[in-house]
């Protein structure tokens, strides 16, 4: 069965940086485009990085261009969030969510349990 | 791109139907048959129990059921059960990426 198991969710100080992985197993992940989604506390669900299913192209959510960075290793399986100059508003519990097959774009199908990012000093 | 429009909270008492409703525009939920639902229990992984407006994933009860018109889609729940109880999510393709809804939270009386 789809299983993505998020990791790397912490408490971090405004400014500093963290490093989300995803374990992607039970489907053919290379053929799939990827996101990353969070939900602020008391807030609604956000897309806030979207890959091809070859990373050959990257979309973020405008609060987050140029500090968030998505990457993927299709020889592992594995999905990242590398997210820099981290900030108050960045806190959320952060998903990792399958997309469509290719470069189609549609809403995610299997999500992880989420891992956790506070920021705060 | 502008959240879904989701009421904040419905309730319903075990054995009724309720509804919710997510009211997009013409440019996401008006013009695309693309609508997802999502069930989120706290602690655990999202799950999706409506796709394409109206499908259901393999597994998902048939007391859920989806529907649209027009720029508003809605999410029906009959047969209420306690473990009913959860926030749902709708989700919508806009022709260039995905936007979410504000969220729903169901109460089981």
């Known amino acids: 069965q789809v299983q993505l198991v998020e990791s790397g969710g912490g408490v971090v100080q405004p400014g500093r940086s963290l490093r989300l992985s995803c374990a992607a197993s039970?489907?053919?992940?290379?053929?799939?485009?990827m996101y990353w989604v969070r939900q602020a506390p008391g807030k609604g669900l956000e897309w806030v990085a979207f890959?091809?299913?070859?990373?050959?192209?990257?979309y973020y959510v405008d609060s987050v261009k140029g500090r968030f960075t998505v990457s993927r290793d299709n020889s592992k399986n594995s999905l990242s969030l590398q997210m820099n100059s981290l900030r108050a508003e960045d806190t959320a519990m952060y998903y990792c969510?399958?997309?469509?097959?290719?470069?189609?774009?549609?809403?995610?199908?299997?999500w992880g349990q989420g891992t956790l990012v506070t920021v705060s000093s | 791109q502008s959240a879904l429009t989701q009421p904040a909270s419905v309730s319903g008492s075990p054995g009724q139907s309720i509804t919710i409703s997510c009211t997009g525009t013409s440019s996401d939920v008006g013009g695309y048959n693309y609508v997802s639902w999502y069930q989120l229990h706290p602690g655990k992984a999202p799950k999706l129990i409506i796709f394409d407006v109206s499908d259901r994933p393999s597994g998902v009860s048939n007391r859920f059921s989806g529907s649209k018109s027009g720029n508003t889609a809605s999410l029906t729940i009959s047969g209420l059960q306690a473990g009913d109880e959860a926030d749902y999510h709708c989700s919508s393709y806009t022709g260039t990426s995905v936007v979410f809804g504000g969220g729903t939270k169901l109460t089981v009386l």
């Open positions: 039970g489907f053919t992940f290379s053929s799939y485009a």
């Open positions: 890959i091809w299913y070859d990373g050959t192209n990257e």
């Open positions: 969510a399958r997309g469509a097959l290719g470069i189609l774009v549609r809403p995610p199908d299997y």
